[in-house]
């Protein structure tokens, strides 16, 4: 270690409770993440509970260090990375409460499957699904406002959210819930500091409004656009999406969902891209709880993963679409679903419905597809890779059409090879174009 170093495990050696790590392995590890991007931490930090929150906000700052949250670190986009010292919440943080009435209580180091494993039993989820849900954190979503397949029909997580503890910067513990002028906070520094952001928001409601435009999916900068209702605070519609630049997020508290009553789900194929991209604006219309769009090398990659895919997706598909309907009853989904199938076959009569599915565990089977191929682009070997830096491209759906072809035609006119998977209802856009590292 060296003086800096020392110095900071010596100074928390009696406060902090939890586990400090200086290494060159520790800090190798946590150099990286999801992302292409490397930073070296100066240390990491494994707190045990709120205290510990405390105690080492505090102490970084009093002494000018960067604090950087934590999850998984399955994100994309380095957020997880910095050169202070990186808080791991997934140790210790895991702790789920009981359900109450539809809300639950939930650390932030708490899995997303892990939860929705335990609201099972009770007949509900948490509805925001990102493609990396069996490792990801609930701290880790509420970080990048994760939103999924379904985003369309359930939105993010600011949608689910009903409060957050936060610790703040100088180590001040805050519940941030909805707030109203007349019930402050117990704070008077908070009470100031909603004060000045209820100004600041209500000055600039009409620049907020023109240069944040409302959509489905959009991470772009702190979500401003509906913090506001008059003069009432949603203080989590700001929170989230804020990848630990305002907070630490010990714990919140969600709102769960009923799960569907009954889904059907199809697995359509196409033989040209450009077909498939065309089905996906005919079938808008038809509001899917989901529709993801995948090109020929994520199908390549998942047929060979799994035999299971292998006589469903023959060599010659050059893309698919995953739409699922929803309905009250069997029927009703049934219905839906294949309304959107004639739609897409009117569109492209040579499209091929490799399968439908209606029971829990088969539509579970189909959305495996795309949770488990997008991670596999990461095992590619050649001399070139595909390169996770063109991600969570927010379009409005209406013009998904127009972009996806000019998009493919920038890549033609640079020769690069890029694979494709959209959120195609919401808007979200991932490309990985192949290059040399």
């Not at 505090?58 to 910095?82: M, N, S, V």
């Not at 409460?97 to 099972?120: F, H, K, P």
């Not at 991600?391 to 127009?402: F, S, Y």
Request: proline share 6%.
């Amino acid at each position: 270690m060296d003086e800096q170093q020392q110095r900071i495990a010596e100074d928390l050696a009696s406060l902090f409770r939890g586990e400090l790590r200086f290494d060159d392995v520790a800090r190798e590890v946590y150099s990286t993440d999801a992302s292409i991007y490397q930073i070296r931490p100066l240390g990491v930090a494994f707190p045990i509970d709120r205290d510990d929150l405390v105690t080492l906000a505090q102490y970084a700052a009093e002494f000018d260090i960067p604090l950087t949250p934590r999850g998984a670190g399955t994100g994309l986009a380095g957020g997880a990375l910095g050169r202070g010292i990186v808080v791991d919440f997934s140790r210790h943080f895991r702790e789920i409460g009981s359900l109450q009435g539809n809300t639950i209580r939930v650390q932030a180091g708490v899995v997303r499957d892990q939860l929705n494993r335990y609201l099972r039993r009770f007949g509900r989820y948490l509805a925001p699904d990102p493609f990396n849900s069996s490792v990801t954190t609930c701290g880790g979503m509420l970080s990048v406002d994760a939103g999924g397949s379904h985003a369309a029909r359930v939105g993010s997580m600011r949608d689910h959210v009903q409060s957050i503890e936060c610790v703040l910067a100088d180590g001040t513990v805050f519940e941030a819930g909805v707030h109203a002028p007349q019930t402050p906070p117990a704070y008077e520094k908070i009470v100031d500091l909603l004060g000045k952001l209820r100004h600041l928001l209500k000055q600039n409601s009409l620049l907020i409004r023109e240069r944040q435009p409302s959509m489905i999916r959009n991470c772009s900068g702190y979500h401003l656009r509906t913090v506001l209702d008059g003069d009432e605070l949603n203080l989590p519609r700001l929170l989230v999406g804020s990848e630990g630049t305002l907070a630490l997020f010990s714990a919140a508290t969600l709102h769960t969902s009923p799960l569907p009553a009954h889904r059907g789900a199809a697995l359509i194929l196409f033989h040209d891209l450009q077909r498939a991209i065309q089905c996906v604006n005919a079938i808008s219309n038809q509001l899917p709880s989901a529709c993801d769009l995948l090109d020929r090398r994520l199908l390549s990659l998942i047929r060979e993963e799994d035999e299971r895919f292998s006589p469903l997706i023959p060599p010659a598909a050059e893309a698919a679409v995953l739409v699922e309907q929803t309905g009250y009853t069997d029927r009703e989904a049934r219905n839906r679903l294949r309304q959107v199938i004639e739609i897409v076959r009117e569109v492209d009569s040579t499209m091929l419905v490799a399968k439908e599915a209606y029971t829990f565990d088969e539509v579970e089977f189909l959305w495996s597809l795309p949770y488990r191929v997008v991670p596999l682009l990461n095992r590619l070997g050649g001399t070139s890779r595909p390169i996770p830096i063109i991600e969570d491209i927010a379009v409005p759906p209406t013009e998904l059409h127009d972009f996806l072809i000019k998009a493919q035609r920038v890549f033609q006119r640079h020769w690069v090879t890029a694979s494709l998977y959209a959120h195609a209802a919401s808007g979200q856009v991932h490309f990985r174009p192949f290059l040399k590292p």
